[in-house]
């Protein structure tokens, strides 16, 4: 079974700052993907970013980034240069063998 | 692009009656949704998988003669809440699974604006 734990269920940033989430996972499966989503006040889930499991490499899109240690099942995602438009709810989660598992989820707020 | 969308966004219904809720993929075929609920500042969680074609899958605790779903075509699946009472009151969230073997896109689900239900 998957798990996907996310220890910070809420943060705060200050606009222009850097913050990062944590989310870390357990699976007993060698290929899978993890993602990022953002779910503002809408309740939209967008797809922030993602990272195939054999990458070594950390993917990056624009202000976001993750640091990904397989090793240590660790996958967490940086947001720089903060704005007041990336205030959300945000979901890390792993998939493979078909299913998508989702953390808990962590309240992003960014101040002015 | 991968576009989901969803239909109604809202609804109000009363208690007994049933509701259908659509899913489509817009520029994208998934020969796999998945249905969600959503409580308010809680994760999401997977009631079933809807494969085109075949028989939904059901999570541990879903009734399935209660949400009954159809996934008829590579870009609809329907979530039919049949007999709703109050506490089926929720957010329900589809994703379609964009099995496009090319990045950004491959094994990514898609999800769309969600469904605000209120049975009274």
């Known amino acids: 079974a998957q798990t996907v734990t996310q220890s910070q269920p809420e943060m705060s940033v200050q606009e222009a700052e850097t913050v990062t989430l944590s989310c870390t996972y357990d699976t007993s499966e060698s290929d899978y993907y993890l993602f990022w989503y953002k779910q503002p006040p809408s309740r939209q889930m967008i797809l922030v970013i993602r990272q195939e499991a054999y990458k070594q490499q950390n993917a990056t899109e624009n202000r976001f980034s993750v640091n990904f240690q397989k090793a240590a099942k660790s996958f967490s995602l940086k947001i720089s240069d903060s704005q007041l438009g990336d205030a959300a709810m945000y979901f890390c989660a792993s998939h493979n063998a078909g299913k998508s598992t989702f953390g808990d989820g962590t309240t992003l707020t960014v101040k002015p | 692009g991968a576009v989901v969308s969803q239909h109604p966004s809202w609804v109000i219904c009363k208690s007994g009656t049933s509701v259908k809720i659509e899913c489509r993929s817009l520029d994208f075929q998934a020969t796999t949704m998945f249905w969600y609920r959503q409580f308010p500042k809680q994760s999401l969680m997977l009631m079933a998988t809807?494969?085109?074609?075949?028989?939904?899958?059901?999570e541990q605790g879903v009734e399935k003669d209660k949400f009954l779903i159809n996934h008829a075509s590579l870009t609809l699946s329907t979530l039919t809440v049949t007999s709703a009472h109050p506490e089926d009151s929720s957010f329900y969230i589809c994703?379609?699974?964009?099995?496009?073997?090319?990045?950004?896109?491959?094994?990514?689900?898609?999800f769309g604006p969600g469904t605000r239900l209120t049975v009274l």
């Open positions: 994703s379609a699974r964009d099995l496009r073997p090319v990045p950004p896109h491959a094994d990514t689900q898609y």
């Open positions: 809807s494969n085109e074609g075949s028989k939904a899958t059901y």
